[in-house]
């Protein structure tokens, strides 16, 4: 098992900026795929960005390709999310996730571990 414990949410106002950050502890931190998920109140949870391994692969919902980056540092067993261009339809509880499997658009219900989450709030 791995820990996972979030940070970086917060209320912003549309158009604004957020990194959250994820560190990470227990097992090798190289051997899982990461991910963010977010879930919105009274909706599924949504695999938001997933990245491998070594970094090489990333995937993105198609809700926020080009506005967020999914990024990670083996050295420091962290994974973060650079959020620009926020809107409010982003608003969510966030989750750092990860699972020893190497695919990185997993549905939420297939991937291990995950951390207590991080609300992010986007005011219009």
């Known amino acids: 098992q791995v820990q996972l414990v979030e940070s970086g949410g917060g209320l912003v106002q549309a158009g604004d900026s957020l990194r959250l950050s994820c560190v990470a502890s227990?097992?090798?931190?190289?051997?899982?795929?990461m991910y963010w998920f977010c879930q919105a109140p009274g909706k599924e949870r949504e695999n938001v960005a997933g990245?491998?391994?070594?970094?090489?692969?990333?995937y993105y919902a198609d809700s926020v390709r080009g506005r967020f980056t999914i990024s990670r540092d083996n050295a420091k067993n962290t994974v973060s999310l650079q959020m620009n261009s926020l809107r409010p339809e982003d608003t969510a509880v966030y989750y750092c996730?990860?699972?020893?499997?190497?695919?990185?658009?997993?549905?939420?219900?297939?991937?291990?571990?995950w951390g207590q989450g991080t609300q992010v709030t986007v005011s219009s």
């Open positions: 227990g097992r090798t931190f190289s051997w899982y795929t």
């Open positions: 990245i491998s391994y070594s970094g090489d692969r990333t």
């Open positions: 996730a990860a699972d020893p499997l190497p695919d990185v658009a997993r549905p939420w219900k297939t991937v291990g571990n």
